[in-house]
């Protein structure tokens, strides 16, 4: 028998000052804002992003989505507190949790309209899959990415399949087992980010894009998304899907998970660091 994974559309947002919405000229602008945590990915942040997302699917009105942090820093990744409290769930409950995150990276990868990623300061773990999933990625030179997850005893299986299909599998060994900081020029060359500028630059090349793409068929936008990833699936997206989920709840709830999580809140290393 198949467990229940959440339904999309039972995701509902009840702290609605985590994600902020700025509507103007066809131009959404989603803020992830919650800057005491530096917009870490937390269950609250997950489902906020999700649901307003979702509304924004079908809104005609809408025609280019653009995605920043607040406090001019993008995205610590998940939330480790909400990690910490893995151990103490049963497994289906750890499974739900690791689904608001697929949820989140296969909704806005299959999204209708054009998605812009604005990047500063830096971005890390579950953040880079926001990157893997955007149609066009800006950083400013500043900025610094890993992939943190092996560092905590945990695994980037959420992200693994978008991120994969967006650096192929050899840089995302390299990356995601070393958990090496890299650059934001980095990161252009291997195709996570379109374009590095400096921070001043930033905000007049964003409102270029969304001229350029507010200009084309919305219709024909999305026809071509779901052509273009049609033409990258390899594998059947239940199987990936039930692989990546069971990954994730297993290492939440593994000794070395939780190890990983406690030495990052004691700022100690973890037992397994020689």
């Known amino acids: 028998m198949k467990r229940r994974i959440q339904n999309m559309a039972s995701i509902e947002c009840n702290n609605k000052d985590l994600v902020q919405l700025n509507q103007s000229n066809g131009i959404s ?3 992830l804002n919650d800057t005491s945590r530096k917009n870490a990915l937390s269950k609250n942040m997950l489902q906020c992003l999700i649901a307003t997302l ?3 699917k079908d809104d005609d009105k809408q025609k280019v989505i653009v995605i920043r942090g607040a406090g001019n820093v993008f995205c610590s990744g998940a939330d480790l507190q909400w990690m910490k409290q893995g151990l103490l769930q049963t497994d289906e409950e750890n499974r739900q949790d690791a ?8 909704l806005l990868n299959s999204f209708p309209k054009p998605v812009i990623v604005w990047v500063e300061k830096f971005a890390i773990g579950g953040a880079l899959g926001l990157l893997a999933c955007a149609d066009h990625v800006i950083a400013d030179s ?3 990415l890993t992939f943190s997850e092996v560092k905590l005893g ?5 992200i693994a399949p978008f991120v994969v299909n967006k650096i192929g599998i050899s ?7 070393s958990a090496e900081t890299f650059s934001a020029k980095k990161a252009r060359r291997l195709g996570l980010v379109h374009e590095v500028l400096p921070a001043r630059a930033i905000p007049e090349r964003v409102d270029e894009l969304c001229r350029l793409f507010k200009a084309n068929s919305s219709q024909a936008m999305a026809s071509t998304k779901h052509l273009l990833n049609k033409l990258e699936a ?3 997206d239940t199987d990936i899907k039930e692989l990546c989920l069971s990954k994730i709840a297993e290492s939440r709830k593994s000794d070395e998970g939780q190890e990983g999580v406690k030495a990052f809140f004691e700022k100690r290393r973890p037992q397994w660091y020689k």
């Open 29 to 31: 602008r989603i803020l």
């Open 54 to 56: 979702e509304k924004l």
């Open 99 to 106: 689904a608001l995150f697929y949820m989140l990276f296969d």
């Open 142 to 144: 500043t900025v610094k």
């Open 154 to 158: 945990l695994i980037p299986a959420t």
């Open 171 to 177: 840089q995302a060994r390299s990356l995601m087992l």
């Open 234 to 236: 390899k594998t059947n």
